[in-house]
Each structure stands twice: as C-alpha cells, then as structure tokens.
C-alpha cells in the first residue's frame, strides 16, 4: 500500500502541472471502488479551477472552486499524468481531463476511493478522524510518550494506528523501529522518555529518507511521470527474512503481529 512517502511524493510531482488549470471532463469507466464514485462527478468538477493538492496522511485533497475531492490511492493505486488522447488500460477507472492532460486513477484491486466534499474537508469523517502527521514540528518524543501511557498495543502497531499517527504504513514502521532499536512487540506504554526522543526521531529520519529515495517501488506504486523510487533498495529488514543485517550480520526474521508480517533483528532490535 502506498504510504506516507508515496502519497507525498505523487503530491509533489503533480503541483508544477495542474494547480490553476481548469477540469474539461471528469471519464470514469469503473465506479465500484472502496466507495462508488459520484454519479455526477462530470457535472460537478466540468469548469472548475484546482486551487491547490494538500496531503492528510495517505489521503490527497485536490481543492476546486466548490469543494474538494478527496482521493486514496488504497492497496494498489497510483495518479499519472498523461496524453489526454492516450487510450486507458483496463485498470484505468477515472481521468480528471484538463485540456491536453489528463490526471489517471489506476486501481487495479479497486481499494482506492474518490469523494467529493462541498464543505470543509477537515470535517469529513475519514479526515477529522486522523492522527499526527509524523513530520510536523508537533510529533515529538515527549508526544509519543504521552500519548503511548497505559498503552499496551504493541509498538508496531501504535506507529500504524492512523487516529494515533498518520501515514506509517507497515514498511515504514519496520524500518523506523530497527533505526531505533526497539522489538516491534514492545508495549508502548513500556517505552521511556529516551527510547521515545529515540523512535520519534527515527520516524522522522526514515520517512525523510523514503521521500529522498522516490518512495518504496514494490507492486504497483509509480510516481506522477511514470518514475519508480528506490528506498527499497535500502530496507534494513522489511521484506529481508533470513539475509543478514546490514549492521550485525544475524538473519533477519519475520513474524506475525496484527496479522501483518514484521521485520526485525533479533539482535539490534531489544
């Protein structure tokens, strides 16, 4: 699943091109994603201007005249620029046209959604319900370990809990907790003041790294221009099972938690 990076990432690479261009037509061939598209999404977006794409966690806000349209690219989606007269593929489900270009949803296991808000999208349900956005000043290690009191979720988890902290997908929070050198299994109300500065810093530094990197390429995930990133090139654990670690040389393991796979150490990870 496309996580913070990527989704930030695709953001980035669509704001030369389309703020202040005027959406010609709106083509979807396939409405049955997350949640149908709306019927009259041609109606709706047909003239208005793009303002402007902010980002809140795995969710991309492209705000028009009228409201703003709120786009998840799920499990395996991804937005490309194109030819407008380019012909789709068979899991193409929606263009945004905006003259010669056209802005493409692809999908292929249809986990993705599109909503259109007329209000504040900030009140939307999927959007008021978020965390902290992990690379803002506000995300702190006296944060986590305010927040992780009492807390007997396993550490892993918490860092994935979108209403705790937004965008730390499962690749993200394997690496981040090896920079850390905290046990993905750890309580996260057992973590002190230190080991809390430790992984929110780590946090920030992995993240950072990913949206140097271009993102993790590892199924479906491509940038706006077709690009693919290379950060997994440099994963220390997640998707490493029995290599060795690339800073004590023990095999990597893997495990099941939150009937996710994770990734760890066994010897840098306590």
Same mark, same amino acid.
Request: proline share 6%.
């Given at each position: ?24 037509? $709106? ?18 977006? $047909? ?48 263009? #945004? ?7 493409? #949803? ?57 209403? $705790? ?25 057992? #973590? ?16 950072? $790294? ?61």
């Amino acid at each position: 699943m496309p996580e913070l990076p990527e989704v930030e990432i695709t953001r980035r690479g669509l704001l030369p091109a389309l703020p202040g261009r005027t959406v010609s037509a $709106a083509v979807a061939r396939h409405t049955a994603l997350r949640y149908p598209l709306p019927r009259n999404l041609g109606r709706l977006l $047909a003239g208005q201007i793009l303002h402007g794409i902010d980002r809140r966690g795995k969710y991309l806000l492209f705000r028009f005249d009228r409201g703003t349209l709120i786009v998840h690219l799920g499990m395996s989606g991804s937005l490309r620029l194109v030819p407008a007269v380019e012909s789709p593929g068979r899991h193409d489900h929606l263009d #945004l046209v905006f003259g010669d270009k056209a802005l493409r #949803l692809r999908d292929p296991r249809r986990f993705g959604a599109v909503l259109w808000v007329k209000d504040d999208a900030g009140s939307h349900p999927l959007i008021a319900s978020l965390g902290i956005e992990p690379l803002s000043e506000d995300f702190s290690g006296s944060w986590l370990h305010t927040a992780t009191r009492g807390r007997a979720k396993p550490i892993k988890l918490f860092l994935m809990d979108s209403h $705790a902290i937004v965008g730390v997908g499962n690749i993200y929070a394997s690496e981040s907790l090896f920079r850390a050198g905290i046990a993905p299994g750890t309580p996260a109300g057992r #973590l002190s003041p230190m080991r809390c500065t430790r992984l929110a810093n780590a946090v920030k530094t992995t993240l950072k $790294a990913a949206l140097a990197a271009g993102g993790s390429t590892l199924r479906d995930f491509i940038h706006s221009d077709g690009a693919t990133g290379w950060f997994q090139q440099t994963h220390n654990v997640y998707g490493r099972e029995g290599e060795p670690c690339r800073v004590c040389g023990t095999k990597v393991r893997a495990l099941r938690l939150g009937q996710r796979s994770t990734f760890l150490c066994p010897r840098c990870q306590r």
